[in-house]
């Protein structure tokens, strides 16, 4: 089983990057998968997920209308496209999967499978 985090690196405030993960040995179709994001120090939270039907995402309030997290369930993979970057988006980001299937659960022991993490750097 293993999700394959990609599209990191860097991007400029305002500009845009789009991350996408890529699952395989497992049928993830009713699971809920989510992105995670990390800074050095501090605890991984979470940033968005998307339930198992890939209609009902869920945002913290701090990307809402920014982030956008999508799958494409016919070829198992998760994406999240950043728009308006912004300084603070600078982490590491981890794609997570979840038996529980609302993409809705918000802490990290909610999610069974965890990808490499993907590291995002906004800066000028």
Same mark, same amino acid.
């Given at each position: 089983?293993?999700?394959?985090?990609?599209?990191?690196?860097?991007?400029?405030?305002?500009?845009?990057?789009?991350?996408?993960?890529?699952?395989?040995?497992?049928?993830?179709?009713?699971?809920?998968?989510?992105?995670?994001?990390?800074?050095?120090?501090? =605890?991984?939270?979470? !940033?968005?997920?998307?339930?198992? #039907?890939?209609r009902i995402p869920s945002? @913290?309030?701090?990307?809402? %209308?920014?982030?956008?997290?999508?799958?494409?369930?016919?070829?198992?993979?998760?994406?999240?496209?950043?728009?308006s970057l912004k300084p =603070?988006?600078?982490? !590491?980001?981890?794609?997570?999967? #979840?038996?529980?299937?609302?993409?809705? @659960?918000?802490?990290?022991? %909610?999610?069974?499978?965890?990808?490499?993490?993907?590291?995002?750097?906004?800066?000028?």
């Amino acid at each position: 089983v293993q999700l394959q985090a990609s599209g990191g690196g860097l991007g400029q405030p305002g500009g845009s990057l789009t991350l996408s993960c890529a699952a395989s040995g497992h049928n993830f179709d009713y699971f809920g998968m989510a992105w995670f994001r990390q800074v050095p120090g501090k =605890e991984r939270l979470f !940033v968005a997920g998307i339930d198992w #039907s890939a209609r009902i995402p869920s945002y @913290v309030d701090s990307v809402k %209308g920014r982030l956008t997290i999508s799958r494409d369930k016919a070829n198992n993979t998760l994406h999240l496209q950043m728009n308006s970057l912004k300084p =603070e988006d600078t982490a !590491v980001y981890y794609c997570a999967a #979840s038996t529980y299937g609302s993409g809705n @659960v918000r802490r990290m022991n %909610g999610y069974e499978y965890w990808g490499q993490g993907t590291q995002v750097t906004v800066s000028s």
